[in-house]
């Protein structure tokens, strides 16, 4: 087979998602690629590595012809909360590295899985089921990249007929590796200092509903997307992906479920407060479910209960 390499995958989703590839696909067929030098441990000894850069669309080309790569797994960027201290950065990387990304794949063409993100909406998007197609006009400069990522990835698509895919992710919820400093981190947070302490502060006010999924979902979706007929893909691209919607308050009840006594106190972080307020609550994806079958296995429940296990395993049985 061709094989699959995952670029970003030191990540929060790219470190299970090479992972559940290596399980699917072989693990000497998928190879993992970061600018970061060093991954998870599990990551580097699982299969190959190749440290690259993807803004150098040289090496990104000389690496995916040299390892005759079919498929490319997308994920190098920067999540909302650091974007916003950097935004020329936040620029510079988000759009820098997919487009240099796209150039190769017009150029050796191979099939690409892009992430967008709930964060491609805005504050005048309908917060509630918010359609497939909609108004986009985010007022994050993260946002902002997301929905010009998505725009190019159409236009490849449209103009030069590359196999780009994608979703858009809600905040993705895991017990891997921490998240890289976007505005849905307290939802992971929460789950370790409740395990750890008992007790948790966090940045959102306790009423504030978002979007979000459970990594194995997550994996679910990419590579269900990435199997799919293309024939059916009505849009290819930005296809909205839902599993469950809550808030800080609504998840501490869960939590208590298995922590009585689990308290949660509110220090509001007055910019990802304005992000995550211009967020939706719950996506329509009704396109995904007809398009390429897709439909979560999680729910909050199911959720809290097995990343309680999980971290409590690690942090108090040394597992
Ligand atoms: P992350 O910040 O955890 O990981 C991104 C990875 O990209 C890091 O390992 C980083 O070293 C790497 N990277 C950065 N610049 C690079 C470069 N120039 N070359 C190569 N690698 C580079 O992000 P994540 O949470 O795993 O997100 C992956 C994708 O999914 C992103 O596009 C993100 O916007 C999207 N997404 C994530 C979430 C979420 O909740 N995690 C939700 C919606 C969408
Ligand atoms: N989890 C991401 C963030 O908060 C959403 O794309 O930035």
Redesign the pocket.
């Known amino acids: 087979m061709k094989k699959i390499l995952v670029?970003?995958?030191?990540?929060?989703?790219?470190t299970e998602l090479t992972a559940y590839l290596r399980e699917i696909y072989g693990a000497k067929n998928v190879i993992a690629?970061?600018?970061?030098a060093t991954l998870h441990p599990d990551l580097m000894e699982g299969g190959p590595f190749i440290r690259?850069?993807?803004?150098d669309s040289r090496q990104v080309y000389q690496v995916i012809q040299r390892e005759k790569a079919g498929q490319v797994y997308f994920?190098?960027?920067?999540?909302s909360a650091v974007c916003e201290k950097n935004p020329e950065m936040a620029w510079d990387?988000n759009m820098g590295?997919l487009n240099s990304v796209l150039r190769v794949a017009h150029e050796l063409k191979f099939r690409m899985f892009?992430?967008?993100?709930?964060?491609a909406f805005g504050s005048t998007t309908p917060k509630h089921n918010t359609p497939q197609l909609t108004i986009q006009r985010p007022n994050s400069i993260?946002g902002v990249t997301?929905v010009a990522g998505e725009l190019l990835c159409d236009y490849y698509h449209d103009k030069y007929g590359v196999d780009v895919r994608g979703v858009?992710?809600?905040?993705?919820i895991s017990n891997v590796?921490p998240?890289?400093?976007?505005t849905?981190d307290y939802a992971v947070d929460i789950y370790h200092k409740a395990v750890k302490y008992k007790t948790f502060t966090s940045y959102l006010k306790e009423d504030t509903f978002l979007d979000m999924m459970y990594m194995p979902d997550a994996l679910k979706a990419a590579v269900s997307l990435m199997e799919a007929d293309h024939d059916k893909l009505h849009f290819h691209n930005a296809y909205n992906v839902s599993a469950m919607s809550f808030s800080p308050k609504m998840q501490a009840e869960a939590i208590r479920k298995h922590i009585p006594g689990f308290t949660v106190r509110y220090d509001i972080d007055p910019v990802r407060q304005c992000i995550a307020d211009s967020w939706p609550d719950i996506m329509d994806d009704s396109a995904a479910r007809h398009d390429w079958g897709w439909s979560p296995d999680h729910d909050l429940g199911s959720m809290t209960k097995e990343m309680i296990e999980v971290l409590n395993d690690r942090f108090h049985k040394g597992k």
């Open positions: 670029i970003g995958a030191g990540g929060q989703i790219g690629s970061d600018i970061r690259m850069d993807a803004m994920l190098a960027a920067i999540l990387v590295c892009v992430p967008s993100s709930i964060g993260y997301k858009r992710y809600p905040g993705i590796v998240p890289g400093g976007g849905t």
